[in-house]
């Protein structure tokens, strides 16, 4: 029987944010590497769970790393990969295509705590990862394999 997944709607989120975002507090030396780009972003304002702004930014071709940044406190946490990769081609089993023009390896949304990762985080174990944003922290749901994965290798 196939697994239901999950969708945005599960996990719907009521809460929203008003006002000026405040400024990320960079306390790791991987997150003061990315000082620019997560200010940057973080000052966009929410766009995941309410009151969170998930931040990205490129490391390689066909490759992004994140940070969830808390919109009220300024807090940054991480997410469980250093960077996702999506070369390929990987065919995901929704049928999207990470070679597409339109690819988002990164799915999230304002009124949701859903984050869908599709790539491979780290670079190997090529998938669709669903996590839950469960309060200050990224909870893993489930993973639904790809219909084509990468050759080893060819993420480098």
Aim: glycine share 10%.
């Amino acid at each position: 029987m196939a697994q239901k997944l999950s969708t945005f709607e599960q996990f719907a989120e009521t809460e929203t944010f008003a006002g000026k975002p405040a400024p990320p507090l960079l306390k790791t030396t991987a997150q003061q590497s990315f000082e620019t780009e997560i200010r940057e972003g973080a000052a966009m304002g929410p766009n995941f769970a309410g009151h969170y702004t998930i931040v990205t930014w490129g490391c390689g071709s066909s490759c992004v790393s994140a940070v969830v940044v808390n919109a009220n406190t300024g807090a940054v946490h991480r997410l469980p990969f250093s960077n996702i990769g999506f070369g390929g081609p990987i065919e995901f089993a929704d049928g999207s295509k990470s070679m597409s023009d339109d690819f988002e390896p990164l799915l999230f949304k304002l009124n949701s705590r859903l984050l869908m990762v599709r790539g491979c985080p780290g670079e190997r174990g090529c998938a669709t990862y669903y996590y839950e944003w469960a309060g200050e922290h990224i909870k893993f749901i489930t993973r639904s394999p790809n219909k084509h994965t990468p050759a080893a290798g060819s993420m480098k």
